[in-house]
């Protein structure tokens, strides 16, 4: 089929993929709408754009909205029933809040309790280079494997765990300076805490026979890297 013409001032779908930028799809598959005037966000609503609140919380001095409005449908894992279609989110139960990017998850075998690995946080040395060197943003942020006990909050957005220090610090967007723990007391300290940018995207408890005594109930994590 002859494609349509670009109008000017806009790029083809090939020139965008081609800047590296993600194609929207919705669940039919299809490419969704694309936001096309700058400062206006497609609910008609004033305010930035999800792009441009990207560009600007990964700018140098970014300030974090506190408390955090993205907590309420997003950064957590909600629960729905396995035997209905068509449910709504607001219809699900909010399982656990305060976690970035927790796409590894399983089941323990022995007890049936939900475990997560999430991946951390991203740009501490453009947000806040006065304070964070680029080795100690490659380093310092780790990868929080965590037990998703019911009704957990997590320290996602206002605090990142240090590896250096092996604890949860306050995020530059929140005030942290790399050394102030603040309100990060509040929130669990992970099972285990992995090299940063490991980029964790699934786990399997092995439940096997094949394998040493040492590795049943064991996890095995595969990671990405970023």
Not at 56 to 70: L, N, W, Y
Request: hydrophobic content about 30%; overall charge neutral.
């Amino acid at each position: 089929a002859a494609r349509r013409p670009v109008r000017p001032g806009k790029s083809s779908r090939s020139d965008q993929a081609a800047e590296g930028e993600a194609q929207p799809r919705r669940l039919d598959g299809r490419h969704a709408a694309r936001q096309a005037v700058p400062g206006r966000r497609r609910d008609g609503r004033a305010g930035p754009t999800r792009r441009e609140a990207l560009v600007r919380r990964r700018q140098r001095g970014a300030r974090g909205q506190d408390p955090c409005p993205q907590l309420q449908w997003q950064g957590g894992v909600w629960r729905f029933d396995a035997n209905r279609t068509n449910q709504h989110q607001s219809e699900g139960e909010r399982w656990i809040s305060g976690t970035r990017n927790l796409v590894a998850l399983a089941y323990h075998p022995s007890d049936g309790r939900p475990w997560g690995a999430q991946q951390g946080r991203d740009q501490l040395d453009v947000v806040a280079p006065e304070h964070f060197t680029a080795e100690e943003y490659a380093d310092r942020p780790g990868e929080e494997l965590l037990v998703l006990d019911r009704g957990a909050t997590f320290s996602w957005p206002y605090c990142f765990f240090d590896r250096e220090t092996n604890r949860h610090l306050l995020n530059p967007e929140y005030g942290g300076d790399g050394d102030t723990v603040g309100r990060c007391t509040e929130y669990p300290d992970p099972v285990a805490a992995y090299w940063g940018h490991a980029a964790p995207n699934d786990l399997l408890f092995y439940t096997g026979d094949q394998y040493p005594a040492r590795y049943p109930d064991g996890v095995y994590m595969v990671f990405l890297g970023s």
